[in-house]
Nanobody, 120 residues
Framework: QVQLVESGGDLVQPGGSLRLSCAASSSRFAINGMAWYRQAPGQEREFVAA???????KVADSVKDRFTISKDNSKNTMYLQMNNLKPEDTAVYYC??????????????WGQGTQVTVSS
């Protein structure tokens, strides 16, 4: 009943930019909290950024100078603008969703992920 679909991942060179999208679909309750997490091979999944439908947002310190989170409530879509990408940003980026207005989780629904690769 809840689907989250990420898109926008690609192979880019260091210093490049990408814009990730996560489209949410829910048949019952609205998805009011959404977040980006990422996971590199062999690493645990880490928080990147989160936003609520009300506009409250939170971005991890490790990326806050380069990444911007936003949303379009009319499209039920969350975005992650990623600038000045670095090789360490390489990961599968996942979209998480919650019925609650939260930027802290937990996130009960997850998308399939989209691959971001930053390499020369």
């Amino acid at each position: 009943q809840v689907q989250l679909v990420e898109s926008g991942g690609d192979l880019v060179q260091p210093g490049g930019s990408l814009r990730l999208s996560c489209a949410a679909s829910s048949s019952r309750f609205a998805i009011n909290g959404m977040a980006w997490y990422r996971q590199a091979p062999g690493q645990e999944r880490e928080f990147v950024a989160a936003i609520t439908s009300g506009g409250t947002s939170k971005v991890a310190d490790s990326v806050k100078d380069r990444f911007t989170i936003s949303k379009d409530n009319s499209k039920n879509t969350m975005y992650l603008q990623m600038n000045n990408l670095k090789p360490e940003d390489t990961a599968v980026y996942y979209c998480g969703g919650s019925y609650y207005y939260t930027v802290d989780g937990p996130y009960d629904y997850w998308g399939q992920g989209t691959q971001v690769t930053v390499s020369s």
